[in-house]
């Protein structure tokens, strides 16, 4: 199962400002695929109404203790026993102090006294109450009764001030529970990964580059994030945001791309090679913009290093993994890569399926042999690829096949 993909979610929302970022969440959380029951406080109806979060989540509002939709009339019982998790956001300096201090005496903090399953909580609040001895206090107790916080964060704030407190945005409570639901089977591992293309100049105006986008390999980041582990991605020059929770060093050439690579080497019990490194560099640099002479030009160029086969040739390396993207042949040139570079995983696919776009068709190459994967989003590969990683590195008695 996808990490948020057919999760019950009950989401709270309390009477907070930020409450008009929770109908973002909704349909975040809605298009990742979870089933969304929203509790809505009497503080939180004042900023937005039930009637947005109905026709967001699909499913009807929660507010009084009383309602008798409930076919036992019990919806502090019954709305959280096949919920996968509570999540209150925002959660205003009030709602913890009654949390921490279990009281029930409305709907939400009911259900959360009731609950048997996970509570979360993003608190959303001016910095000063924030700061307040008093909420330090009961966040503290939060966490020793095993309740998550997420966030929460600093900037702007609705009041004008500027300070901690402000709820997370949408997108990074998002992130925060895909990675808080998912496999854990990464966790304690670092991975330094490769993602991208290359730029090698030729001139302070000018250089050699490729189309590789970069999704890919920003893709299994994310998804190894979410499998619990660190995460550190030396990336080529992208246009794309950096992943929740992903350590990332920006380089240009493959030249500053090894040397990145091999800085965040140390202690990494995986490396992926995703970027699409340019073979070949300019053997000289020109100091200033070439100017047109009208006639022909020669651009001698010479090898760059082999990053990867650099790596998995080290006396201890780390599991490696590293990419084919091929325009035929795929099987041969794809194992070939992996017997020649040494490499634990070839991720193979064909360029006329997969560059640039969303979704790739791969086949995955190891030493038990090919496993093609189903098409699919290159979000729903990588976590697909995570997993096979997770399970090669396995001691081998509790190796299981998959793909
Ligand atoms: N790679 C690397 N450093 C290079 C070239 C490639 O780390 N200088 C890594 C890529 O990140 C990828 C794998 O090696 O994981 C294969 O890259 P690819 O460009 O497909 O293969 P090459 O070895 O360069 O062979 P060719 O270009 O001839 O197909």
Redesign the pocket.
């Known amino acids: 199962m996808k990490s948020i993909q057919g999760r019950k979610i009950v989401l709270a929302v309390t009477g907070g400002v930020a409450a008009y970022k929770a109908a973002e969440l909704v349909r975040l959380l809605v298009k990742a695929g979870a089933n969304v029951h929203v509790v809505l406080t009497e503080g939180g109806a004042r900023f937005v109404t039930a009637v947005t979060f109905q026709a967001l989540s699909g499913n009807p509002v929660w507010s009084d203790l009383w309602d008798a939709r409930m076919a036992n009339n019990m919806a502090h019982i019954d709305l959280s026993r096949d919920a996968d998790a509570i999540l209150i956001a925002p959660a205003t300096a009030d709602v913890i102090a009654r949390l921490v201090h279990g009281l029930a005496d409305d709907l939400l903090t009911t259900l959360c006294l009731a609950r048997d399953c996970p509570l979360i909580v993003a608190p959303a609040m001016n910095r000063q109450m924030w700061e307040h001895p008093a909420t330090r206090r009961n966040v503290a107790l939060l966490h020793q009764d095993g309740v998550t916080v997420f966030g929460p964060d600093s900037g702007e704030q609705a009041c004008g001030e500027v300070g901690m407190g402000r709820m997370l945005e949408p997108e990074a409570l998002l992130a925060q529970l895909e990675t808080f639901f998912g496999s854990g089977r990464m966790r304690g591992r670092k991975v330094v990964m490769?993602a991208g293309p290359t730029f090698e100049a030729i001139d302070p105006v000018r250089g050699i580059t490729n189309t590789s986008s970069g999704k890919m390999g920003y893709a299994l980041a994310r998804a190894c994030v979410v499998a619990g582990a660190e995460v550190v991605l030396v990336s080529g020059p992208v246009a794309l945001p950096l992943p929740d929770g992903v350590r990332r060093v920006e380089v240009q050439s493959?030249l500053q791309?090894?040397e990145a690579v091999f800085e965040a080497l140390p202690g990494a019990d995986v490396f992926?090679?995703?970027?699409?490194?340019?073979?070949y560099r300019p053997a000289d640099q020109a100091e200033h913009k070439i100017k047109k002479s009208g006639e022909s030009m020669t651009l001698t160029l010479v090898?760059?290093?082999?990053?990867?086969?650099?790596?998995a040739g080290l006396p201890n390396p780390p599991f490696c993994?590293?990419?084919?993207?091929?325009s035929r042949d795929l099987d041969k040139?794809a194992e070939g890569?992996r017997q020649?570079?040494r490499?634990r995983l070839?991720?193979g696919n064909l360029v006329q399926h997969g560059l640039g776009g969303d979704d790739n068709q791969v086949v995955l190459y190891d030493d038990h042999g090919r496993h093609p994967l189903a098409p699919a989003s290159k979000v729903e590969l990588a976590a697909r690829i995570v997993d096979h990683i997770a399970s090669l590195m396995l001691p081998p008695s509790q190796i299981t096949q998959n793909g």
């Open positions: 490769t493959a791309m090894r992926i090679g995703v970027a699409a490194v340019a073979d090898p760059n290093p082999d990053i990867l086969a650099e790596v993994v590293g990419f084919a993207a091929e040139y890569k020649g570079k490499l070839v991720v």
